[in-house]
Structures are given as C-alpha cells and as structure tokens.
C-alpha cells in the first residue's frame, strides 16, 4: 500500500480551506468509536469517502447548518501498513 493513500486506522490532518484550521481524525471501525471527537466511522457518509484518498486531495464535507464546506488532506500522520502493522 503506498504511504500516502489513506486507509482503515489510518490517522489524517485535514484542513479547512475556508480559514486554514486545521483538525486531525482517525478512520475507524464502528466498534472502535467512543466518546472522544477524534475518530471517524468508516460507516459515515464522509468516513466511506476517505478510503483510498491521498495527500493533497480535497473533498466537500457536511458543515453545521447544511453548509458544505472543502476539506483538503494535508498529511497521513499514522497509516497501519506503512508501520508494518497489517492486523488490529
């Protein structure tokens, strides 16, 4: 798998382009999801569309009030595979 697409428990810092900010989240299954606002379920409309998506992609993700706003993929900072860790 290269380094740069991302995939299942893969951790990822976006950015908005509207104002720069930044946030990081990590792709995870359903049963890994807790309280905290860092994960993403791979079951959610945008956690499915992050699968296979690389760095410097940009995506339409769903903002408070029904407004979209673009999200680009600045880095993967955590990929399974590229850490040599193929099971979880």
């Known amino acids: 798998m290269p380094p740069n697409i991302i995939?299942?428990?893969?951790?990822?810092?976006?950015?908005?382009?509207?104002?720069?900010?930044q946030f990081t989240l990590t792709l995870v299954y359903p049963k890994d999801m807790d309280s905290s606002s860092s994960k993403i379920s791979i079951l959610a409309p945008v956690g499915s569309a992050l699968i296979g998506l690389s760095v410097g992609d940009v995506i339409e993700w769903p903002g408070p009030?029904?407004?979209?706003?673009?999200?680009?993929?600045?880095?993967?900072?955590?990929?399974?595979?590229?850490?040599?860790?193929?099971?979880?």
């Open 7 to 21: 995939t299942m428990n893969s951790t990822v810092k976006f950015c908005l382009e509207s104002s720069a900010e």
């Open 65 to 88: 009030g029904a407004h979209v706003v673009r999200v680009r993929i600045d880095e993967i900072v955590y990929q399974p595979e590229r850490s040599g860790e193929y099971h979880r």
